[in-house]
């Protein structure tokens, strides 16, 4: 499954650049996302937990920046996990690219392509939860993303409130009825 996702964080470019190529400061901005072993600057191991229905997943898994070009700022992060109890697994491949969004903003591109395995991936077959879903969990990442750059930016500041865990639940009944409304949209 491919997904798309564009936004924009309030943050010089430069910056934002330096923050998405440290995976164990950006990791832990996706909401329910843990690092629990640096391997070197471009590894991590890590695990995220996501309720999504009736199933309660733990995932544990790597990630790795495989491709970087400095001069586009762009790159290609690799990750992969399965879950604790065995119902599932995840892969991804997040391509990235950070242009200047004019007054100290930065457009961030990414472009997922998610191969869900298990019982998880029979949530992927309901036509565009799964999508629903990652707008969801993008949207939380941005704002933490955002208090992380800020933070950064003042070191001198309060220090920033820690990221909260994805509510799996809440999400899926958030992008259940964002799906809803495009349907009836549609109709």
């Known amino acids: 499954m491919d997904l798309h996702h564009q936004f924009e964080v309030a943050a010089a ?9 440290d995976m164990p400061r950006v990791a832990p901005c996706m909401p329910g996302a843990e ?3 640096v ?8 695990g995220a ?5 009736p199933l309660n ?4 898994g790597q990630a790795e920046i495989t491709q970087i070009d400095d001069s586009s700022r762009s790159a290609l992060m690799i990750a992969k996990g399965s ?12 391509r990235f690219s950070l242009t200047e969004a004019g007054d100290d903003r930065t457009l961030v591109d990414l472009h997922t392509e998610l191969t869900l395995s298990g ?15 990652a707008n969801q969990l993008i949207a939380e990442f941005v704002e933490n993303l955002e208090v992380e750059l800020a933070q950064a930016a003042t070191p001198t500041a309060a220090p920033a409130p820690t990221p909260k865990a994805v ?6 009944f958030r992008a259940l009825g964002a799906l809803i409304k495009k349907w009836f949209r549609r109709s």
Do not use: C, M, P
């Open 39 to 46: 391997i070197d600057e471009r590894n991590i191991k890590g």
């Open 83 to 94: 879950d604790a109890k065995g119902r599932g697994s995840a892969e991804t491949e997040v």
């Open 57 to 60: 997943l733990r995932f544990a």
């Open 167 to 172: 509510s799996g639940l809440s999400v899926f």
């Open 119 to 133: 019982s998880v991936a029979q949530y992927g077959r309901v036509s565009g939860l799964i999508d629903e879903i």
């Open 35 to 37: 690092v629990t072993e």
């Open 49 to 53: 937990r996501v309720k999504v229905g």
């Open 13 to 21: 470019v430069d910056h934002t650049w330096s923050a998405f190529l």
